[in-house]
């Protein structure tokens, strides 16, 4: 209970919701598969795991360590492996799925939200994005370009956070961009 004022008082109810779909992209697979799966599995959700196509084989292995761990009940977490397109879609449009967890591309996130609005079920999305780099006049330009090139290279630019946006100060733009 939370004391909201002398005469009122709220109450936040942390209840599990079920079934919850966790579709995780190929990049960062076990760090942005488990941003999704750890809070799930804690609230007391059971969990069904999608992983990129693409995603290398040591996330799927990691998965069943983690499933096969005894203070995990039997078939609270499991893991399913096919395209998007098939078993992505299908995850998204079962009834029995309460809460889809989603990271990926943009339009592919639209999709899913739609999809998961025709039934009010949950969503939670990590989309790409457009993260922008600012450099004032008073940066150290070497550190500053070191920084640029880093943001948007990285993962060779296919990461959510890429600084795909530089916005330079004008009096050291020519210099920056030189």
Known sequence: ?????????????????????????????????????????????????????????????????????????????????????????????????????FTGESGTGIGVMRQAAQDLRKVSLELGGKSPNIVFADARLDKALDGALNAIFTTTGQICTAGSRLLVEAPIYQEFVD
């Open 1 to 101: 209970a939370l004391t909201l004022g002398a005469d009122a008082h709220g109450v936040v109810l942390r209840e599990p919701l079920g079934v919850v779909a966790v579709i995780t992209p190929w990049n960062w697979p076990l760090t942005l598969l488990m941003r999704a799966l750890a809070p799930a599995l804690a609230a007391g959700n059971v969990c069904v795991v999608k992983p990129a196509s693409l995603t290398p084989a040591v996330t799927v292995e990691a998965l069943a360590l983690l499933a096969a761990d005894t203070d995990l009940p039997r078939g609270v977490l499991t893991c399913v492996l096919g395209p998007g397109g098939l078993i992505g879609n299908a995850l998204v449009a079962h009834s029995g799925v309460a809460m889809v967890a």
